[in-house]
């Protein structure tokens, strides 16, 4: 047989110069080979084909070469054929064979998984790499990649469960790294951090273990020791510049400054890496230090011109000198890649300073210099809307979802201006019409919410939106409004005091706000706090000041805690 095979070879070499199909004649009709070196030939075939790109030739020959002598081998190989061909589903039948010839073959299931993932298809993958756990539960390397797929879908409860089928003396660093991140996601923070002590001292260079473990830390808001862990990641030779940022804000959560500052000269000198820090500092309210450090940037030469952007955020937040922020913002050239941002921050404080003139024609500038940036239009609209040109405005926003249709802040702009034009049915449809877009778009959802608890219809409708608006966007002082308006038609009082006892905390210049305080605590027999808020309610400008009067003369003549539930 080796004979023949090495002959077999010689013609081949012999004819290479001849075309492939007939080289492919001329041997199949010269010799007589043994299924085994048949089996060879075509396996052969197969590579030329493929190297060649004929990709349905090379699955034929793989195809003969099976059917003489199957192999692992040549069924990997044929699925990977019909990969190359874009016959996803003939690959996978041809590895679901493979398994059932070879049950106990770990790679035909990892291929197999593989081939689930290219599909799209994670369920699959998961269920070949289940099966075969099963045939060969002493396999530990599957447990890890099993519990690798259920993280990444999101099964965290599986992956608790099939780690605690191993036992810990057998946990590899990766289980207990795997372990950690399945316990973090489901709540059990102390057992998390437990699994991946465990994972770096089984494997003390584990970097994702140590950013885990330094993760769940900054969750808990144990910043001292998300910092220690960390800098334990910087002293093991990472030195991205994530990792600094990290370090740096968690030092100013820490309230030290001057740590996180001599971060700042220890860090990459890149230019935009020392502007994100400068960044940082300006978050975190360091206003003075975030000045020296933007000093020290352009004490180099060819400083870009970005710094003025900064400079004008450290006037306006930290000096509450707008005049000077807009001073340095009007530094910031029209190439430099901060001058979207700048324009549409001047449009802001113009608005704040109530110079809607200039807004206005602020906004429209950016229109000709960003086209492309549907925010300028949306500016344009805010400003108008300010004005009250409320057509003006709504003209503005059609023209703009003429370019960007569906945009959901131009639409919701759009609803806000119809509502203030007294055509609530048409808001209505337009925040119902976001939220079919959009189903965690909270400003809609509160929109639609309040509004149905305005007209004391749909009450139960009007609760789950509101409470999901609460989950998408928690403390907004406005939604707990809502929520505690919602609780108020309802004619459930006490929760109603309590949700509103939150809003006014957390938005006490609101004259709406502060009506309903008056209502609820009315409703409750409150006077002293009734009182209280129809008084503050007056004092914020309000658009129905007559009711509010008359409220509050109601109130004057009830005795504290009067058990009737007033009408509002």
Request: aromatic content about 10%.
């Amino acid at each position: 047989m080796k004979k023949k095979l090495t002959m077999l070879l010689l013609a081949l070499l012999v004819s290479a110069c001849a075309p492939k199909s007939q080289q492919v004649e001329q041997a199949e009709e010269s010799w007589e080979l043994s299924p085994q070196a048949q089996v060879t030939y075509h396996y052969l075939k197969s590579l030329d084909y493929q190297a060649a790109g004929e990709h349905q030739k090379a699955a034929l020959a793989l195809e003969k070469a099976l059917v003489l002598g199957p192999s692992v081998r040549l069924y990997q190989d044929l699925a990977r054929a019909y990969l190359r061909q874009g016959e996803e589903q003939k690959a996978l039948e041809v590895l679901k064979k493979a398994t059932g010839v070879y049950p106990r073959t770990p790679v035909l299931y990892f291929q197999l998984a593989e081939f689930y993932l290219i599909k799209g298809d994670r369920s699959g993958a998961v269920k070949a790499l289940e099966k075969y756990k099963d045939l060969m539960p002493q396999d530990l390397d599957v447990y890890e990649d099993l519990a690798a797929f259920y993280i990444e879908m999101g099964d965290h409860a599986a992956a608790v469960d099939l780690l605690q089928e191993v036992s810990p003396e057998e946990m590899t660093a990766e289980m207990h790294y795997y372990m950690g991140r399945a316990k973090s996601e489901l709540g059990e923070k102390s057992a998390a951090v437990g699994h991946l002590q465990k994972a770096v001292q089984s494997r003390p260079g584990f970097l994702q273990a140590w950013a885990e473990k330094a993760f769940i830390y900054e969750q808990e808001r144990d910043y001292l020791q998300a910092e220690r862990t960390y800098q334990q990641l910087l002293q093991m030779g990472e030195r991205s510049p994530d990792l600094i940022l990290r370090i740096v804000e968690l030092n100013l959560l820490l309230n030290d400054p001057e740590r996180a500052m001599a971060m700042f000269r220890e860090g990459p000198q890149e230019v935009q890496f020392q502007l994100d820090m400068v960044n940082q500092f300006i978050r975190n309210e360091f206003y003075e230090h975030a000045d020296v450090l933007l000093q020290d940037i352009m004490d180099e030469p060819d400083y870009p011109e970005t710094v003025y952007f900064y400079l004008a955020l450290i006037a306006y937040e930290g000096r509450d000198d707008p005049k000077l922020a807009l001073d340095y913002l009007s530094r910031v050239p029209k190439n430099d890649p901060y001058h979207l941002q700048a324009l549409t921050f001047k449009v802001q404080i113009l608005f704040y300073e109530h110079d809607y003139q200039e807004a206005l024609e602020l906004s429209r500038k950016g229109q000709e210099i960003h086209p492309g940036e549907d925010r300028v239009y949306l500016f344009e609209a805010i400003v108008l809307e300010a004005m009250e040109k409320y057509s003006e405005a709504r003209k503005v926003l059609e023209n703009a979802l003429e370019k960007w249709p569906g945009q959901t802040d131009l639409l919701f702009r759009k609803g806000v201006v119809l509502d203030k034009s007294d055509k609530t049915e048409k808001s209505m449809l337009i925040m119902e019409e976001i939220i079919a877009l959009d189903q965690e778009h909270h400003k809609a959802l509160n929109y639609v919410g309040y509004t149905l608890a305005e007209q004391d219809r749909d009450l139960d409708r009007a609760m789950i939106l509101i409470k999901r608006a609460l989950e998408l966007d928690p403390g907004n002082g406005y939604y707990i409004d809502s929520l505690a308006w919602v609780y108020y038609r309802q004619g459930r009082y006490e929760e109603a005091w309590k949700e509103i006892l939150a809003a006014v905390e957390q938005v006490d210049d609101e004259a709406v706000i502060w009506e309903h305080y008056g209502d609820i605590a009315k409703a409750l027999g409150k006077r002293e706090h009734a009182l209280l808020g129809y008084e503050k309610a007056l004092e914020l400008d309000p658009e129905n000041p007559e009711h509010l009067r008359e409220q509050r003369a109601r109130v004057k003549e009830m005795p504290e805690n009067e058990s009737a539930k007033a009408d509002p």
